[in-house]
């Protein structure tokens, strides 16, 4: 003979389970989506301090009007809005900080970091640095880095990106 005095509340049971297993799967998704996010960060801040870290190599060792440049391959992830050299986020136009440069992520923040080196916008047409920011938004480069005599100074000029 068979008990059947939980036949009733069976629906319910698996109602609730099915709600359970719902939120876990909710939970997992929104774990997996965090994770993959602060690996592509990570990823955008390990490119913006590669070239960083290649300026400061180039900046200490390299002879100002040489031609000799070195070359190097990035990736900037599509987290990214953009990765400006040279600029800081508040910059005004004519009043640029040159050792500043800066990532700003899809969703607005912005990680500022400062350079030993300063920074200038590599013209690839003309061979020359200016005195502007450069720019890079997601996708592939194949930069090149060269120290160059700027205003009484030297700076790292970065062919490859956009003036900003």
Same mark, same amino acid.
């Given at each position: 003979?068979?008990? $059947?005095?939980?036949? @009733?509340?069976?629906? +319910?049971? #698996?109602?609730?389970?099915? *709600?359970?297993?719902?939120?876990?799967?909710?939970?997992?998704?929104?774990?997996?989506?965090?994770? %993959?996010?602060?690996?592509?960060?990570?990823?955008?801040? &390990? %490119?913006?301090?590669?070239?960083?870290? +290649?300026?400061?190599?180039?900046?200490?060792?390299? =002879? /100002?009007?040489? &031609?000799?440049? #070195?070359?190097?391959?990035? %990736?900037? /992830?599509? =987290?990214?809005? @953009?990765?400006?050299?040279?600029?800081? /986020?508040?910059?005004?136009?004519?009043?640029?900080?040159?050792?500043?440069?800066? *990532?700003?992520?899809?969703?607005?923040? *912005?990680? #500022?970091?400062?350079? $030993?080196? /300063?920074?200038?916008?590599? @013209?690839?047409?003309?061979?020359?640095?200016?005195?502007?920011?450069?720019?890079?938004?997601?996708? $592939?480069?194949?930069?090149?880095? $060269?120290?160059?005599?700027?205003?009484?100074?030297?700076?790292?000029? *970065?062919?490859?990106?956009?003036?900003?």
């Amino acid at each position: 003979m068979l008990d $059947e005095e939980g036949v @009733d509340f069976l629906a +319910m049971r #698996t109602v609730v389970v099915l *709600i359970a297993a719902a939120l876990l799967i909710s939970a997992a998704a929104i774990f997996v989506k965090g994770y %993959t996010d602060n690996m592509l960060r990570d990823s955008a801040r &390990g %490119t913006a301090s590669h070239i960083a870290a +290649m300026a400061r190599a180039e900046y200490i060792s390299g =002879c /100002p009007g040489t &031609g000799s440049r #070195t070359a190097v391959p990035v %990736t900037v /992830p599509r =987290c990214v809005r @953009d990765i400006v050299f040279g600029r800081s /986020p508040d910059d005004l136009p004519g009043d640029r900080d040159d050792h500043v440069y800066f *990532i700003e992520f899809q969703d607005g923040m *912005i990680e #500022t970091k400062r350079s $030993e080196v /300063p920074f200038a916008y590599g @013209d690839p047409s003309s061979g020359n640095a200016s005195d502007s920011g450069i720019s890079f938004y997601p996708g $592939e480069y194949s930069l090149e880095l $060269e120290v160059m005599s700027l205003n009484g100074s030297y700076a790292v000029a *970065i062919y490859g990106g956009a003036e900003c």
